[in-house]
């Protein structure tokens, strides 16, 4: 006797070839990301081809107004810190002095701002050592910005060496955020520190043991290697002593204060970043090519240090930050108009990323105005699409 009634399964037309079709774009966005490993075949085929070190175009400045604009002063940067940490420590005592209550949470969020995100832009001037004038200033602004940001401040020293030297080169290139295909979840989470605050203390516990990963052994060289173990040891210690105090004191409050911020204020550092690259040619010779100037308001500008003018930094890395607009100004006749706003920037990323998780061979390239110099392409490998160079070196 039948109890129930069953329809039989139909297969949907296609749906094979869809289930087939979803399997090689798998693969083939796997293989796509491998290509960025430093420790891949892609980094010699990079080599090999001429895309490393290679002759980048620079806009024409001449070179009495170059010394001018490479000129640096203690008085801007000064000023500038002393604003940035006066701002952390009025909301941390804010925070402190509500704590407790939901009061506090407007202040820590302010604090945690300042803290996990725009410590990256110090971390950066102060690594590029064009900050102050004074080096010992500068030298103590980056240790303090890279324990803030959670980043090694010797690996991390060379590894944005190797992102201006071989900016968005597919296997020599240690710091491009935004692949092809972009790893969305990653982004999403990375907001609040998901990814990278669990990688950081990862790798403090491989450089405390005495080892680097095979991507930094690739660009820091064996005499700096020392001082990366010794500020891990000293990095992990302190943040010991941090968890120990909130355990002791049975209160969140230490580590609101330290640590903590790299998580929960981290919002801004990669609201700004993704607007430098993403969506950007790759193997090109040309940072027109592969980077943005965005146009931003005073106060974003103060918290930014000026990096929203990413084409320029990246022609002229010592320019200082105080400096980057007068060198728009030189400049602007040869690159593509400023995007007007940071909207107006994610309105072109967001469908650039979502369209290259199916097509990794598209990129944003943007009209350059009347009597720029045209977009330097000394060979068809630099097109921007970033075709495979280990097959196209072998053959």
């Known amino acids: 006797m039948r109890l129930f009634w069953s329809a039989p399964v139909r297969v949907r037309p296609g749906r094979r070839a869809v289930e087939l079709d979803a399997e090689r774009w798998t693969v083939v966005n796997k293989e796509r990301l491998e290509r960025y490993s430093l420790a891949g075949p892609e980094n010699q085929a990079a080599v090999s081809a001429g895309l490393t070190s290679g002759d980048w175009f620079r806009s024409a400045v001449p070179r009495k107004r170059m010394k001018e604009l490479m000129r640096r002063s203690d008085h801007p940067a000064i000023r500038d810190t002393i604003i940035w940490l006066g701002l952390m420590a009025l909301f941390a005592g804010l925070g402190i002095a509500f704590w407790g209550s939901w009061w506090a949470v407007p202040f820590f969020l302010a604090y945690g701002l300042l803290y996990g995100s725009t410590s990256d832009s110090r971390w950066h001037e102060a690594g590029h050592g064009t900050a102050f004038k004074t080096r010992w200033i500068d030298q103590g602004l980056y240790q303090l910005a890279s324990f803030m940001i959670m980043r090694d401040p010797t690996t991390w020293r060379w590894s944005h060496t190797r992102h201006h030297t071989d900016t968005l080169i597919l296997g020599r290139d240690p710091e491009i955020a935004v692949m092809r295909p972009a790893r969305l979840a990653k982004l999403i989470v990375n907001f609040v520190g998901l990814i990278d605050v669990p990688t950081a203390f990862g790798l403090m516990f491989r450089h405390a043991a005495g080892r680097l990963t095979a991507d930094e052994a690739d660009y820091v060289p064996a005499s700096e290697r020392h001082k ?103 400049v602007k006749g040869d690159l593509a108009a400023a995007y007007p706003s940071i909207w107006a920037a994610y309105k072109e990323i967001i469908p650039a990323v979502w369209r290259q998780l199916r097509d990794q061979e598209y990129y944003v390239r943007r009209e350059l105005p009347p009597g720029a110099p045209p977009y330097h392409q000394p060979a068809p490998i630099t097109d921007g699409r970033a075709m495979p160079l280990a097959t196209a070196t072998a053959a």
Do not use: C
């Open 228 to 330: 990366v173990y010794r500020t891990a040891r000293i990095d992990l210690a302190i943040y010991a002593v941090t968890i120990g105090l909130a355990i002791g004191f049975r209160s969140w409050l230490p580590v609101v204060l330290i640590g903590g911020p790299r998580l929960y204020g981290a919002l801004l550092l990669y609201f700004y970043s993704f607007t430098q690259h993403a969506g950007m040619g790759e193997n090109v010779l040309d940072y027109r090519l592969n980077t943005r100037t965005v146009k931003m308001g005073r106060i974003n500008r103060f918290l930014y240090w000026n990096m929203n003018y990413h084409v320029e930094h990246h022609m002229f890395p010592m320019v200082p930050y105080y400096r980057l607009p007068e060198l728009h100004e030189q």
